[in-house]
């Protein structure tokens, strides 16, 4: 019988899915369900291909970023299959409310590795501010461009650096864990907290973080030109400045879903995808509607329909048929 923590990882996902075919209801309501599937039969779908192959570019760069951080934090000996397997699977988990289920992945890098959970963890941290800085530079000549957008760009940027700030700065961070212990909560995860520490203070090191958010910019900036292609779809006109604001309005609208903390950011990224739309190239409803499911289909939920492949034929590799033992940790039935 399958573990009920995991049992609670599914249902948690099963939210995100609900959530999704919420958002879409809303966005046919409100750009006209007819004007919408009208606009989706003329798009030119010899587009897809391309679409699709710059969003598995924007996979290949981010899974190099976890290989390469998981092998900071130990996992030397991991095999690349058993990585991406690891890394696909998690895609599905980003439609749990918060994020909440990504640091199951920790836990299945401890299967593969023996990488103790506290020290995989910091790496599904590492992973989301990395993106989050790349997504930001992807921004900022959008923002330049349209002010409107500064106050939320400086205040998740500002959070994003100080977060590595403080990492870095060691006697800072010691005093913050050690002030953390005198509370009787905290205490009692004293020595898993301070490996945590260990390994961010590894991952969000200058060199580290710049090969990070380097992959994530160049990532990132694939899925934007992805996104590019879908408005060309759909009748806009080729232009830098055209392809200039998708990579804008997607970047931005990816910090927007993931600051919400919604699963996989639903609603909050399509709202701000199609209101961008509107603001930038002032496009009709039903145009923002369709160009926001159409990139949605094509990236977040691409990913979401991948991972849930791994995780259906990968059971027994991804922990999802598990014993527990009498110490209550989680292991994989081994001969089978």
């Given amino acids: 019988m399958e573990d009920q923590r995991l049992q609670s990882i599914w249902s948690r996902i099963g939210i995100g899915l609900v959530l999704g075919l919420v958002v879409v209801a809303g966005l046919l309501l ?19 291909p391309l679409i699709l192959s710059l969003t598995l570019f924007n996979y290949a760069l ?9 092998r900071l934090i130990g996992a030397k000996t991991m095999g690349w299959r058993d990585s991406l397997r690891i890394f696909i699977g998690g895609f599905p988990l980003a439609l749990s409310p918060g994020k909440i289920a990504e640091p199951i992945k920790a836990v299945w890098l401890k299967h ?5 959970v506290a020290r995989g ?37 500002g959070g994003l650096l100080a977060i590595i700030m403080v ?13 953390g212990e005198r509370l ?72 927007i879903g993931a600051v919400s903390s919604l699963p996989g950011g639903l609603g909050a990224a399509e709202v701000s995808i199609a209101g961008m ?19 949605r289909f094509f990236t977040l939920w691409f990913g979401v329909a991948l991972g849930l492949v791994v995780l259906l034929t990968s059971r027994r590799l991804l922990l999802l048929e598990v014993t527990t033992t009498q110490d209550s940790r989680w292991k994989v039935e081994s001969g089978k």
């Fill in 184 to 255: 009787p909560f905290i205490s009692r995860f004293s020595r898993h907290l301070h490996e945590f520490y260990e390994s961010l203070y590894q991952l969000f090191g200058p060199k580290s973080t710049l090969i990070a958010v380097g992959l994530g910019m160049a990532s990132w900036l694939g899925e934007g030109i992805g996104f590019y292609f879908v408005l060309r779809g759909l009748g806009l006109p080729p232009s830098l400045q055209t392809a200039s604001i998708a990579v804008f309005v997607l970047s931005f609208s990816t910090i």
């Fill in 121 to 157: 963890i910091p790496v599904v941290v590492a992973e989301r501010i990395s993106d989050g800085l790349a997504v930001l530079l992807l921004s900022t000549l959008g923002v330049i461009a349209y002010p409107q957008y500064w106050p939320g760009f400086v205040i998740v940027l």
């Fill in 277 to 295: 739309l509107a603001l930038t190239l002032g496009t009709p409803q039903a145009i923002a509607a369709s160009a926001t499911l159409l990139i």
């Fill in 30 to 48: 409100f750009a006209d369900i007819r004007a919408v599937a009208h606009l989706i039969t003329l798009f030119h779908w010899s587009y897809v």
């Fill in 112 to 116: 593969y590795t023996d990488v103790p």
């Fill in 62 to 70: 981010r899974f190099l970023k976890w290989h390469y951080y998981i």
């Fill in 167 to 179: 990492s870095q700065i060691r006697p800072v961070a010691l005093w913050m864990l050690r002030r």
